[in-house]
Nanobody, 115 residues
Framework: QVQLVESGGGLVQPGGSLRLSCAAS????????LGWYRQAPGQQREWVATITSGGHTIYADSVKGRFTVSRDNAKNTFYLQMNSLNPEDTAVYYCDARFAGYNYRGQGTQVTVSS
């Protein structure tokens, strides 16, 4: 199993930045892929970005060029740097780890973009 704990959410003004963290209970190297997702009220969950164990990153078109996913292997922590935020980015953000053939999700962290 993998336990994931997200942090770093909050209230930010349009155009601002936030960095979300996802701390894993296992070595980052053991996680095949770590995805970030978000879910706004009344909407379906949306995939945002993924980083693989090999360091490959992919992004949804809606965040490409604004968001960056990364990891710190020494801390077993994954990050989502979010820049140029706009109100449409408001959602609960989750990290989702693929480990040993199963997916594990954290509890989520709220991001609100508002003036």
């Amino acid at each position: 199993q993998v336990q994931l704990v997200e942090s770093g959410g909050g209230l930010v003004q349009p155009g601002g930045s936030l960095r979300l963290s996802c701390a894993a209970s296992r070595s980052a190297f053991s996680i095949t892929a770590l995805g970030w997702y978000r879910q706004a009220p009344g909407q379906q969950r949306e995939w945002v970005a993924t980083i693989t164990s090999g360091g490959h990153t992919i992004y949804a078109d809606s965040v490409k060029g604004r968001f960056t996913v990364s990891r710190d292997n020494a801390k077993n922590t994954f990050y989502l740097q979010m820049n140029s935020l706009n109100p449409e980015d408001t959602a609960v953000y989750y990290c989702d780890a693929r480990f040993a053939g199963y997916n594990y999700r954290g509890q989520g962290t709220q991001v609100t973009v508002s003036s």
